[in-house]
């Protein structure tokens, strides 16, 4: 069983700065892909960004202001999240694409983030 582990999130304002953090754990082969997807009420969950051995996605969104990264050793994936605006709230989930005896899609529980204006 793989599990991901988010922390991170609160209340900031506008124009503030939160790092969110995802810890994966329990027993794998490797991580391929992680990465962030938030869902605001009543709209659809959308990708915030990503990050795979070939590169980094960001949604366009977000480009410029987020930031993310990923420690291997920890498995561990970060969002460094810059000069946030109030539509930047939502809970944001982590993912991850993991290998173990099959290849398997993992998601963390959610950790909530508001940006009041």
């Known amino acids: 069983q793989v599990q991901l582990v988010e922390s991170g999130g609160g209340l900031v304002q506008t124009g503030g700065s939160l790092r969110l953090s995802c810890a994966a754990s329990?027993?794998?082969?490797?991580?391929?892909?992680m990465g962030w997807y938030r869902q605001a009420p009543g709209k659809k969950r959308e990708l915030v960004a990503s990050?795979?051995?070939?590169?980094?996605n960001y949604a366009d969104s977000v480009k410029g202001r987020f930031t993310i990264s990923r420690d291997n050793a920890k498995n561990t994936v970060y969002l460094q999240m810059d000069s946030l605006r109030p539509e930047d709230t939502a809970t944001y989930y982590c993912?991850?694409?993991?290998?173990?005896?099959?290849?398997?899609?993992?998601w963390g529980q959610g950790t909530q983030v508001t940006v009041s204006s």
């Open positions: 993912n991850a694409v993991v290998f173990t005896t099959y290849v398997g899609n993992y």
């Open positions: 329990g027993r794998f082969v490797s991580i391929n892909a």
């Open positions: 990050i795979t051995p070939g590169g980094t």
